[in-house]
């Protein structure tokens, strides 16, 4: 199992991923608990186009090894793959898990939070962006995506104060002004709108 691992990776290693993909799945047949050996066959797979079978050994990765670095880097390439298939919410699902391991990875908020944008939860992707601040995280255009997201809902009081947030983060964003108005006109306050169009 190990010279399969090895060959595997130096296939992958060389650019030949379906020569590396036969010589892994064999090597997890062998050896179905030996750790990397999911997760390069899962890398193999992915970049064949395989994402279906690559979700699931990555997942299987993350069963067998321990370590935490793995599992994020595992979990972190789950994401990409739901991503991939514009399935917003298990992408975001497997950022949470990433978060649960190492909340320190603070640009993962910020994904988090686009991925919640996509799928329509802007409850969830403000929560994101609240937890991202004990971590460092802080994000003018982040606050700004969802901002605009919530005032094509016709969420006008809330897109205000999302756009208050992007400004506190970046006084300089003009489009955070321009939005902020945009939002406070709606609301029928129009000196306020004024002052920021200003």
Same mark, same amino acid.
Not at 89 to 112: K, M, P, Q
């Given at each position: 199992?190990?010279?399969? &691992?090895?060959?595997?990776?130096? !296939?992958?290693?060389?650019?030949?991923? %379906? $020569?590396?993909?036969?010589?892994?799945? *064999?090597?997890?047949?062998?050896?179905?608990?030996?750790?990397?050996?999911?997760?390069?066959?899962?890398?193999?797979?992915?970049?064949?186009?395989?994402?279906?079978?690559?979700?699931?050994?990555?997942?299987?990765?993350?069963?067998?090894?321990?370590?935490?670095?793995?599992?994020?880097?595992?979990?972190?390439?789950?994401?990409?793959?739901?991503?991939?298939?514009? =399935?917003?919410? $298990?992408?975001?699902?497997? !950022?949470?898990?990433?978060?649960? &391991? %190492?909340?320190?990875?603070?640009?993962?908020?910020? $994904?988090?939070?686009?991925?919640?944008?996509?799928?329509?939860?802007?409850?969830?992707?403000?929560?994101?962006?609240?937890?991202? =601040?004990?971590?460092?995280? #802080?994000?003018?255009? *982040?606050?700004?995506?969802?901002?605009?997201?919530?005032?094509?809902?016709?969420?006008?009081? $809330?897109?205000?104060?999302?756009?208050?947030?992007?400004?506190?983060? #970046?006084?300089?964003?003009?489009?955070?002004?321009?939005?902020?108005?945009?939002?406070?006109? =709606?609301?029928?306050?129009?000196?306020?709108?004024?002052?920021? &169009?200003?």
């Amino acid at each position: 199992p190990a010279l399969l &691992l090895m060959r595997g990776e130096v !296939l992958l290693a060389v650019g030949r991923p %379906d $020569d590396a993909v036969t010589v892994l799945q *064999h090597g997890v047949e062998v050896d179905p608990e030996r750790p990397r050996m999911h997760f390069q066959f899962a890398t193999a797979l992915a970049s064949t186009g395989e994402s279906k079978r690559a979700l699931e050994q990555f997942a299987s990765e993350i069963k067998v090894n321990p370590d935490p670095t793995v599992q994020v880097l595992a979990h972190l390439n789950r994401s990409m793959l739901f991503q991939q298939d514009r =399935k917003w919410l $298990d992408g975001a699902g497997e !950022l949470e898990a990433v978060l649960a &391991l %190492d909340a320190t990875r603070s640009e993962a908020f910020g $994904d988090l939070a686009t991925l919640y944008i996509q799928a329509g939860e802007t409850g969830k992707a403000m929560d994101a962006l609240d937890r991202g =601040k004990a971590y460092g995280f #802080d994000s003018a255009p *982040h606050y700004y995506s969802l901002g605009a997201r919530l005032y094509n809902s016709e969420r006008f009081e $809330d897109a205000a104060a999302v756009m208050g947030e992007a400004l506190r983060v #970046d006084p300089g964003m003009a489009e955070a002004e321009r939005s902020l108005a945009a939002s406070l006109e =709606k609301l029928g306050r129009r000196e306020e709108a004024a002052a920021h &169009l200003r």
